[in-house]
């Protein structure tokens, strides 16, 4: 079982920037594609970024382009999110999820595995 942890989520200005962290126990990353989700206050969850397994490529939400980063480090086994400019519809609460060998369907809901959530709140 694959057990995710993330952290770096909290209040921030609109405008300003956050880094959210992934380190999973149990397992390390390097063939797992990784994802962001975010699920607004009454909202469904839905797909920020995606970092595929094989080559590193890299998938977002039309929203966070130019704004969201998603990269990993298989060798400190984490992934991260950094987020800047950030606006008050990004509030939400962000999940990491993982999926062994994943192709395709990348920002689709359907991962394997799935961390606790932590609180991203931007204020105007």
């Known amino acids: 079982q694959v057990q995710l942890v993330e952290s770096g989520g909290g209040l921030v200005q609109a405008g300003g920037s956050l880094r959210l962290s992934c380190a999973p126990s149990?397992?390390?990353?390097?063939?797992?594609?990784m994802a962001w989700f975010r699920q607004p206050p009454g909202k469904e969850r839905e797909g920020v970024a995606a970092?595929?397994?094989?080559?590193?490529?890299?998938y977002y939400e039309d929203s966070v382009k130019g704004r969201f980063t998603i990269s990993r480090d298989n060798d400190k086994n984490t992934v991260y999110l950094q987020m800047n400019s950030l606006r008050p519809e990004d509030t939400a609460v962000y999940y990491c999820?993982?999926?062994?060998?994943?192709?395709?369907?990348?920002?689709?809901?359907?991962?394997?595995?799935w961390g606790q959530g932590t609180q991203v709140t931007v204020s105007s």
């Open positions: 999820a993982a999926d062994y060998r994943r192709f395709g369907r990348y920002l689709d809901p359907s991962y394997a595995h």
């Open positions: 970092i595929s397994w094989t080559d590193g490529s890299t």
């Open positions: 149990g397992r390390t990353i390097s063939m797992y594609t």
